[in-house]
């Protein structure tokens, strides 16, 4: 079973920076779909970046410029650089990955981390 662990959430103000991390267990290849997702309460996950097993990435529309997704692949870590955060980007953040495809990723995943918080504040 594959399990994903995501760390580094907390508080930041308004314009600041953040990292998450996504350690990834249970599984010993390294090339495989994975990506954030973010979820606000009451209402549906919404994608925010995906890699590919090549490092091939990409980004939602509204992160593009402030966020980064990338991989460490020996250490099978996926982080999310997270910049110029602002208020709509509060939500609970959720690793996630498909260890079935390699490449043509999207948010359909099939396994998921516990989500960690990320509160923005003014």
């Known amino acids: 079973q594959v399990r994903l662990v995501e760390s580094g959430g907390g508080s930041v103000q308004a314009g600041g920076s953040l990292k998450l991390s996504c350690s990834v267990y249970?599984?010993?290849?390294?090339?495989?779909?994975m990506g954030w997702l973010r979820q606000v309460p009451g209402k549906g996950r919404e994608g925010i970046a995906v890699?590919?097993?090549?490092?091939?990435?990409g980004l939602a529309d509204s992160v593009k410029g402030r966020f980064t997704i990338s991989k460490d692949f020996v250490k099978n870590e996926m982080y999310l650089q997270m910049n110029s955060l602002q208020l709509d980007d509060t939500a609970m953040y959720y690793c996630?990955?498909?260890?079935?495809?390699?490449?043509?990723?999207?948010?359909?995943?099939?396994?998921w981390g516990q989500g960690t918080q990320v509160t923005v504040s003014s």
């Open positions: 996630a990955a498909d260890v079935s495809r390699y490449a043509s990723c999207g948010f359909d995943f099939t396994s």
């Open positions: 249970g599984y010993d290849y390294r090339k495989f779909c």
């Open positions: 890699i590919d097993g090549d490092g091939n990435s």
